[in-house]
């Protein structure tokens, strides 16, 4: 553990180094927030009626900022560190490190989501205690639930990127990977329309993905709305998928060690 | 002129022959180009399947309104890819040859690189602009001149945008990064939505002073009919202007460039 705790508190220091792109890189997510609010508060007033969807005004509130938090736990910079490691070939610094490559990629990527983390928070908590009376409120044995099933929906986010970022050995680029992985979360994950909110085939897709157990999921047992399974049946579908994952590692960086060419090496 | 055109196409001929190259790359981006607009289309899907009608906008019209983002922004990407690597050649030093060419700079950072997935992002606002103008019954001739016009007044506008955000690195050390023309488009993707939406600050924000707007939202009510004449020959007047501040702020930020290290 000393090991993964110096990593991440390397990646921390290097976050907080740039102070102006560190605060620009905040302001970012709150500039999308206020969108999503405007946006959602405009839909409310055209369909005349206080619900949309299934989902009344004040679930709406309270899920979009829960699910700006959990949606911008890590930004384009943090997401892409591994990826742009692996094109400029200085991924060999992590190879030779005596700390597995899994360890040093979620102790990285563990940094930049506590900073982000922290500063979520403030904003939910701001959020809530400010405009309470327009949110519905999360109950304590939700909240129970929550912390679990969190950590495991961020578990999940990071081996996501981890596992796409590796797929960098074969395209040589990241561009188009960190792009299409973005676009995949944020629409089939809930955080850009609460899944709940889409057409009934559209939705059995969804559940059939792990993109709504990293979000819409841990938001919707927070609030207290509609699951697609059980709460137990939750975390083992996070569990079932972070094994899915860590095989999909597994393999690729196998795969990508034996074929790979350090220059000068 | 002429000879100005010619080079910037050849360049960008070289640019396609390097990227063409790394094959599972060039698929990997021309297929995220197409997925995340496809996904950004799905939005208003869903929303129209829980609310009949937006701000009396229909869906077909919604999808108007990204088609013309998606070209001015697929163009933007390739031709004007170098713009997004400003920052770096700052942070690196590598603009030291950009001054030191007998070129103008701004042309060279212009030509500089291409964005691949700006293929596909340009060919899905193609598709998408003439079947959604004629599922609205737009198509017509003289529709598809003024689809032109606004075309090329919103890659321009976008081009601007782009510019202005990234001339900050002349004044902020980011380590070769800068967030702020980031936040500037996520600003502007409020823009695929009609602006009657928001409240008059926003409005303001989207038309005049981070005018995304005016490529995308404006052209679809003149093309409709719902705004009089003044407003047809706007989007080339935020457009010439647009481009004139940010050609200033590019030089301007130029006179504070210190070579590598700064």
């Not at chain 2, 060919?123 to 016009?149: I, K, Q, W, Y």
Request: hydrophobic fraction near 55%.
């Amino acid at each position: 553990m000393r090991t993964f705790f110096k990593l991440t508190s390397i990646s921390i220091q290097g976050q907080l180094y740039y102070k102006t792109s560190f605060f620009i890189n905040l302001l970012t997510p709150i500039v999308l927030l206020a969108g999503q609010y405007l946006l959602w508060t405009a839909l409310y007033a055209e369909a005349g009626s206080e619900v949309i969807g299934g989902m009344a005004r004040e679930e709406m509130y309270a899920y979009i900022l829960i699910s700006f938090a959990l949606g911008n736990l890590i930004g384009w910079s943090g997401e892409n560190m591994l990826a742009r490691e692996i094109r400029s070939g200085t991924v060999v610094a992590r190879c030779v490190r005596p700390a597995a490559f899994l360890v040093q990629s979620v102790a990285e990527m563990s940094g930049v989501i506590l900073i982000q983390g922290v500063v979520n928070l403030a904003i939910v908590l701001t959020g809530f205690l400010c405009f309470g009376r327009y949110l519905i409120m999360p109950s304590v044995p939700a909240a129970g639930w929550f912390i679990p099933c969190l950590f495991l929906a961020v578990m999940l986010r990071i081996m996501l990127i981890d596992v796409f970022s590796l797929l960098c050995f074969f395209t040589t680029g990241y561009l188009g990977l960190a792009w299409t992985r973005n676009a995949l979360f944020e629409f089939f994950s809930g955080a850009m329309i609460p899944v709940v909110m889409f057409p009934e085939w559209l939705r059995t897709f969804a559940y059939a993905t792990p993109f709504p157990y990293m979000l819409q999921v841990p938001s919707a047992l927070l609030l207290g709305q509609e699951l697609p399974v059980s709460i137990p049946m939750i975390f083992v579908v996070q569990g079932a998928w972070l094994i899915v994952f860590m095989f999909l590692h597994g393999g690729i960086y196998g795969l990508a060690r034996r074929n790979m060419t350090i220059a000068g090496g | 002129m002429l000879a100005i055109i010619k080079i910037f196409l050849k360049m960008k001929e070289q640019y396609i022959k390097t990227e063409m190259e790394y094959t599972a790359n060039f698929w990997m981006m021309l297929l995220s180009g197409v997925v995340t607009r496809i996904v950004s289309m799905a939005a208003p899907f869903v929303i129209y399947s829980n609310i009949p009608d937006i701000a009396g906008w229909k869906r077909d019209e919604i999808y108007l309104i990204m088609s013309f983002l998606f070209i001015a922004e697929g163009l933007c990407s390739v031709l004007f890819q170098g713009i997004w690597e400003m920052p770096g050649m700052v942070f690196h030093g590598r603009f030291d040859c950009i001054l030191s060419r007998p070129v103008s700079p701004l042309f060279q950072v212009l030509s500089y690189g291409m964005g691949l997935q700006g293929i596909s992002v340009f060919l899905t606002g193609a598709v998408c602009l003439p079947l959604f103008l004629g599922r609205l019954e737009l198509l017509s001739v003289r529709s598809a001149f003024m689809s032109l016009f606004y075309i090329v007044c919103g890659t321009v506008l976008c081009m601007s945008i782009y510019l202005l955000g990234n001339s900050v690195v002349f004044w902020f050390d980011a380590g070769g990064k800068t967030a702020l023309p980031f936040t500037m488009s996520s600003i502007g993707q409020y823009a695929r939505y009609p602006l009657a939406l928001y409240p008059k600050a926003v409005r303001i924000l989207l038309l005049f002073l981070i005018p995304y707007g005016f490529i995308c939202v404006v052209p679809v009510e003149i093309l409709r009919g719902s705004v009089s004449f003044l407003w047809c020959v706007l989007p080339a007047v935020v457009s010439l202007g647009f481009f004139l501040l940010a050609r200033a702020v590019f030089y301007r930020g130029i006179r504070h460039y210190e070579s590598m290290g700064m």
